[in-house]
């Protein structure tokens, strides 16, 4: 019996060792390479990197008709930013390009601007018009001469300029609707805060503010209670009915173009009651609009230029080159 057990093992052994040769040969053979599956975030990138989730549905056919299906808000138009006018009587004298220079570098830094400049002379002169030509400024260049006899100490000053300039306005928008716009008398010698004309773009009828360094004070103001203007802080004539300079208002287009009579006086006006003068053709202190945080932040000063000292200046040209100032 062991005998033929035996047999039957040394018969099969041969075989058994060569499928054992056959399993190691195959095992260690190279593993094929993996073929790379597609893989589907549930995020997807955002701005920056930011993961955002995915909506389900993907952007297949039913997500666009989902999307078409719903109402797409639409934006409103911006309104129309108001255009500031601003109003610049000017006249021949030694600082006269010195201050247009201060000034204009101020506008060029306020949006929708412009600025209308009259000049105190028969004709333009070529210093005003050279200037205005490289300023790179939205701009109207007039000019009107006072009369002679208006020119005396303690009359008002740029009476018939400020005029003109308010006629250009009314000619210029008596054939179509009036876009929305500010009027603002800018004297040259003035020093302007560039939030000033952020103030006055929303002025409605007519706004004030504060003035620094005028009527012999540190500064002139509307007096203001519960947002309604109620008086003057003032160191000269306070019983103005608006005790107010020239700096500190501004009036809307709209209220220029429905008043084509309101103008500045010469017959009747005293000195240092223009303002007063021209302002009670069109409004009320009831109706004033008081700006620069209730009239409390001064945005504009009535600096003036120094006194210039021309004492060594020859009676006759001497030099070789002829240099504009």
């Known amino acids: 019996m062991k005998s033929m057990l035996f047999s039957r093992f040394f018969i099969l052994l041969p075989w058994i060792l060569i499928v054992i040769i056959m399993l190691d040969v195959d095992t260690r053979r190279p593993a094929p390479p993996l073929t790379p599956r597609s893989y589907f975030s549930p995020y997807a990138l955002g701005r920056r990197g930011a993961r955002l989730p995915l909506r389900r549905g993907g952007p297949g056919r039913g997500s666009e008709k989902r999307n078409e299906s719903r109402p797409q808000p639409q934006r409103q138009p911006e309104p129309p930013l108001p255009t500031i006018y601003a109003i610049t009587p000017t006249y021949s004298r030694p600082v006269q390009k010195a201050e247009l220079t201060r000034l204009a570098n101020t506008f060029r830094q306020v949006a929708q601007l412009h600025w209308i400049l009259v000049e105190d002379a028969a004709t333009r002169s070529e210093l005003v018009s050279r200037f205005l030509a490289r300023a790179g400024l939205p701009s109207t260049h007039l000019h009107v001469p006072t009369p002679r006899r208006y020119k005396r ?70 007096l203001v209670e519960n947002g309604k203007v109620v008086g003057w802080y003032t160191g000269w004539r306070a019983d103005r009915p608006f005790a107010i300079d020239m700096a500190g208002f501004a009036v809307s287009l709209q209220v220029i173009l429905s008043n084509p009579k309101a103008v500045f006086k010469r017959r009747g006006s005293q000195p240092g009651m223009q303002e007063s003068d021209f302002l009670k053709q069109i409004t009320t202190v009831e109706e004033l609009e008081p700006k620069a945080n209730n009239c409390t932040k001064v945005l504009v000063w009535h600096t003036r230029t120094e006194k210039v000292n021309l004492a060594n200046e020859p009676k006759h040209h001497l030099d070789t080159v002829r240099i504009e100032v």
């Open 153 to 222: 100490p303690g009359l008002p000053r740029a009476t018939e300029q400020r005029n003109a300039g308010l006629a250009w306005l009314r000619q210029r928008h008596q054939h179509q609707h009036a876009q929305p716009g500010v009027l603002f008398f800018a004297d040259d010698d003035n020093t302007y805060s560039l939030e000033l004309f952020q103030e006055m773009r929303t002025t409605r009828k007519v706004s004030v503010w504060p003035v620094g360094l005028v009527g012999g004070r540190r500064y002139e103001r509307p």
